[in-house]
Each structure stands twice: as structure tokens, then as C-alpha cells.
């Protein structure tokens, strides 16, 4: 029994945005599916554009609070832009827009699949995917208990630098590494500097994320092959070998955009560090590596075929991880809401 009875019909008054939101290995996703108006332009990178000019204040009212959070992240789908994609998508977070997501990919192939938006017979099912860092192909398959196993073969991935220096307030100097693995990350060790990756250390760990991104990016230049606009630092990535079981590699904290803490060991994140590990002669073509995050998700990596990326000696990565739907959503959106593009208060 109900005790007030809502009338459903009232709701029409108001604007609204859907979604099915979901995660992958703990870091949530959650998909645009109505209410967004058309994003213009001709390739990808037009369409991140316009939405940053035009659109931003609708990625603020579903990142961030009431409706979402400091660490939301959010997935727009577009038209395809390149004759051999299925569809495009945007990436959204709380300062703005990624160049790449490989959980974001994962839960889109997953949901897409669970809810019938891609038809999936026995045979694996490729899908061809227009991101801002390039085109990215995920192959989709029912395993032998008939559940979705979702993989993506990532773009051109490489160590950018290694074993560089730079001095942090209030903590020293410390040695880094850039990859790229469709965004750039400073990677650091944090067993070297005492630092713990455990979820109770976490406001230390995004404090000196953000330390570190910002005295790597002022101390690196960075500069894409093709694009001026994937030519910045995403976020500070902690590696350690503390983790939970014995056939892991090795744990990631993955601190990016404003302050974001990746509940994942993050795809793209990932695919940079097995770029950097085949590129100091640790990790070999073929040989698959688990990775754990700071809530014990985890995601397997491949560092597959090497090719050269416009001067750059790269390895196409393939990642996979577990991907679940979470919720159904309709955000209404009052035109008298004193808070019309939300907060973020941590």
C-alpha cells in the first residue's frame, strides 16, 4: 500500500534527460539515451567542441551535484562520423571532456547488448566505435554460461617519457613517467615514496595527484602527433605492487580531470602503462596483465601488434573488464531550481 499516490501526468511540465547508468569495475558510467539536444559538427573532435561551447551547462546538471557527484562520469552517443563506426561517443566529467574512456567503452558494448541497442548472436560481434582519441574497436561475446564478455582493441598506445624528474611542494623530487593510451598520464611509483594506495588514504592521494599533474604538465610539453587537442595531462596515476592477489601485476590510483578518483584501474590508463612496461622491456608482446584498482576492481591488458604512430613507437592495446547496469534514470529539470547547472561539494 502507498500511502500518497504521485500522478505521473504532472511530470510532463518538465524537461528532462534519461539515462541507464552503470558501472565497470566499480567506476560509474552513466549513458545519455534522451533529452540532449544534436551535437553539430562533422568529426568528433567538432562535435566535443560544440558541446564545450554550447552544451556544457547540461554536462554540469548530470555530473554534478544533486544529480550526480564529484566523481560522475558520463557518456554521450552521437552519430558516426567515419564510414566504418557504429556509432560516436563523447566523454564527460567533471571539468570537462576526455579524449578517450575504456570503461566508458566496456559499459556502452555491455548495456548496448544487454539491451538489445546491438543485436548479439553466438558469434562475437564487432563494434566500431568514433572516440575523440580515434577509432576504437570492441568485440562484444557470450561466453560458455551465456554472459557478455565485452574487449576493446584500443588506439595506438606509447611510452612518452620515462624516468623524469620533477621537484613537488612538500614532498621532493620524484621520478615519473608520460604514456599514452588514447589520454597522457604522469605515472609514478608510490611503494617508492611510502605513499598508500588503500581506499582510507584517498584525500592524500587526490591532493597530490592534482600536486603532480600540475608540476609534470608545466615541466613536460606534450604535444599529440595529429591533434592539438589531445596535447594535455589528463591525470597522475600511482602505481604499487601492494595488491589483494598474487597473479595481479600491480594496483592504480588514477587521479584525473578535477580531482576525479577512478573507482577502476582505468582503460586508458592501463593501456599507457602496458605501453611503458613493453617499452622498458618488461612486459611482451602477447602476455596478458591483470590490474587491480584502489576498490579491487580489475581490468586485463594485452600489449598486442607494434606499429609506428607517426614517429612514435606504439603497441595497440586490448583491454577487457566486467560491466553492470545499475539504474534507470528521467532527470527532470525545473525551471525555477535555484541550482540549474549544480555543484560539487567533496
Known amino acids: 500500500m502507498r500511502p500518497l499516490k504521485f500522478k505521473q501526468e504532472y511530470l510532463q511540465k518538465y524537461n528532462k534527460i534519461s539515462t541507464i547508468d552503470a558501472h565497470t569495475e566499480g567506476e560509474p558510467l552513466r549513458i545519455v539515451t534522451g533529452g540532449y539536444p544534436e551535437l553539430k559538427g562533422k568529426t568528433i573532435l567538432e562535435k566535443r567542441q560544440f558541446a564545450k561551447a ?21 557518456a554521450l552517443i552521437t552519430e558516426p562520423v567515419s564510414d566504418d563506426a557504429d556509432f560516436g ?22 548495456v548496448a547488448c544487454e539491451l538489445g541497442a546491438i543485436e548479439l548472436k553466438q558469434a562475437p560481434r ?36 620515462i624516468d623524469k624528474k620533477v621537484h613537488i611542494e612538500g614532498v621532493g623530487e620524484i621520478t615519473y613517467d608520460i604514456g599514452f593510451g588514447g589520454a597522457y598520464y604522469a605515472f609514478v611509483d608510490a611503494d617508492r615514496y611510502n605513499i598508500s594506495c588503500r581506499p582510507d588514504n584517498v584525500a592524500q592521494l587526490i591532493e597530490l595527484g592534482q600536486k603532480i599533474k600540475h608540476a609534470v604538465a608545466k615541466h613536460s610539453q606534450i604535444q599529440h602527433p595529429l591533434e592539438k587537442d589531445l596535447s594535455f595531462l589528463y591525470g597522475t596515476i600511482f602505481t604499487s605492487t601492494q595488491i589483494s592477489e598474487t597473479n595481479y601485476h600491480s594496483k592504480h590510483v588514477c587521479i584525473f580531470a578535477d580531482g576525479e578518483v577512478d573507482r ?40 598486442n601488434k607494434p606499429i609506428d604512430f607517426y614517429g612514435k613507437p606504439s603497441i595497440i592495446p586490448t583491454v577487457s573488464g ?14 525555477e531550481d535555484v541550482f540549474q547547472e549544480g555543484f560539487i561539494l567533496r
Open 54 to 74: 554550447h552544451l556544457d551547462h547540461l554536462r554540469k546538471l548530470i555530473i554534478f551535484e544533486p544529480r550526480g557527484h564529484a566523481d560522475m562520469y558520463a
Open 89 to 110: 561517443v563523447l566523454f564527460l566529467h567533471n571539468e570537462g571532456y576526455s579524449s578517450m574512456c575504456g570503461h566508458a567503452i566496456l559499459a556502452i558494448v555491455k
Open 126 to 161: 564487432v563494434v566500431k566505435i568514433d572516440a575523440p582519441a580515434g577509432l576504437i574497436i570492441a568485440t562484444a561475446l557470450r561466453d560458455s554460461d551465456g554472459k557478455i564478455q565485452v574487449s576493446f582493441e584500443n588506439v595506438a598506445s606509447w611510452a612518452e617519457t
Open 264 to 303: 577502476s584501474p582505468t582503460g586508458t590508463g592501463v593501456s599507457a602503462r602496458i605501453a611503458l612496461l613493453h617499452a622498458k622491456n618488461e612486459v611482451e608482446l602477447g602476455q596478458s596483465v591483470t590490474i587491480e584498482s584502489i576498490v579491487g576492481g580489475r581490468m586485463h591488458v594485452v600489449a
Open 322 to 335: 566486467r560491466s553492470y547496469i545499475t539504474g534507470q534514470h528521467d532527470f527532470l529539470i525545473d525551471e
